[in-house]
């Protein structure tokens, strides 16, 4: 999706310590253009995690659904930081999400290839 000029951030509820293990391992500072986690810099929750990705790229509240800013998760904190970003809301149905997270969603995908497909 960065070939396609999209800007990409990974949001983690998970704490610093692990969130910076997974990455090294997985070799995501590479993939991503800002990865954000609970706690880093004084980070709450995924609505802030949100309001921040979006002041560090340059881009204005205003500018989220005009400018096709998608979120991607498999939690009712993501799905609700979505709406309440005015974001394209994508449940990830492979993973922890259920039925609540199913409602707020604008759409499900059963695989990540899916995505493409949406965000095209």
Do not use: C, N
């Amino acid at each position: 999706m960065r070939r396609r000029g999209k800007k990409l951030v990974l949001m983690t509820h998970a704490g610093g310590d692990y969130a910076s293990a997974i990455v090294e391992k997985f070799g995501y500072r590479e993939r991503f253009d800002l990865i954000m986690y609970v706690g880093k810099d004084g980070l709450r929750d995924k609505k802030e995690m949100i309001a921040r990705a979006m002041k560090e790229l340059g881009a204005s509240p205003a500018d989220s659904h005009a400018k096709g800013m998608v979120v991607v998760g498999d939690k009712l904190a993501d799905m609700e930081a979505a709406k309440h970003h005015g974001a394209v809301a994508i449940l990830a149905g492979y993973g922890f999400g259920g039925e609540k997270e199913r409602q707020l969603a604008d759409f499900v995908v059963s695989e990540p290839r899916e995505i493409l497909e949406i965000v095209e």
